[in-house]
């Protein structure tokens, strides 16, 4: 299994531009989490779903984040309008329910910067 | 509310020297407590992870962490560090239903020749 795919790697955007974070869970997984990591803060959780659904949103820090999982092998983090301070490391994780959080399973993460 | 706390944001060791990571968590109930390793651009890696019976867990790469009840604690320890271990350490909690994790702030390692 390829594990948990994030893309891009590394997006440079500029202040206001519309930021898109994609994530492919591995196959099977029905559990999808979204976090961020910066120095300040640490690695938050921003929201994560069951089958597809969002179970708990509560750590998207405001209304210009939102997430979307249109299907089991697919998710996306989206910013608009992007702010300088929403520069972070972004990781996607995936774990089938039922197996515990031990199971959870890390992508390498999303690299952004908003200049 | 859960929390996780590990008050060294980065911590610098001699190759060969021992080490320990401190971790302090605030859960009510008997808690899930995970050790994560990141090394530079990479995910998350767990290391070990404890839930229930000895309170001394092993994990991989020769890492080992204690669960203190009384002091809720859970810090992580190597006593030979290698220089491949320079990397950043999360400890986690984790609420009993789903995957849900809450992170410290992490506990950047750097080696020393």
Redesign the interface.
């Known amino acids: 299994d390829a594990g948990?795919i994030q893309s891009p790697r590394h997006e440079v955007t500029e202040m206001g531009q519309e930021v898109t974070l994609r994530c492919k869970p591995i196959s099977g997984h029905n559990?999808l989490?979204w976090?961020r990591?910066t120095m300040m803060?640490?690695?938050?959780?921003l929201i994560?779903f069951?089958n597809n659904v969002p179970?708990?949103d509560s750590g998207m820090p405001e209304d210009r984040f939102s997430a979307k999982m249109p299907n089991a092998s697919f998710s996306t983090l989206k910013i608009q309008p992007s702010e300088p301070r929403d520069s972070a490391v972004y990781?996607c994780?995936s774990?089938l329910?039922g197996t515990?959080?031990?199971?959870?399973f890390?992508?390498?993460?999303t690299q952004l910067s908003v200049l | 509310a859960q929390s996780v706390t590990?008050p060294d944001i980065h911590i610098t060791v001699s190759e060969g020297a021992s080490l320990e990571l401190r971790c302090n968590y605030s859960y009510g109930a008997t808690p899930?407590l995970?050790w994560y390793v990141q090394s530079p651009?990479?995910?998350?890696?767990?290391l070990l992870?404890y839930?229930s019976g000895d309170t001394l867990v092993q994990g991989i790469k020769g890492f080992e962490a204690e669960f203190k009840r009384s002091q809720s604690s859970f810090n992580l320890r190597k006593p030979s560090v290698h220089w491949s271990d320079a990397a950043e350490y999360?400890c986690?909690v984790?609420a009993h239903q789903?995957?849900?994790?809450?992170?410290?702030?992490?506990t950047e390692l750097s080696v020393k020749p």
């Open positions: 948990v559990s989490f976090y990591q803060r640490g690695l938050e959780l994560y069951n179970i708990d990781f994780a774990s329910t515990g959080p031990e199971k959870l890390f992508g390498s993460g | 590990q899930y995970f651009g990479q995910g998350l890696q767990l992870k839930f999360f986690a984790a789903g995957g849900k994790l809450i992170f410290g702030q992490g």
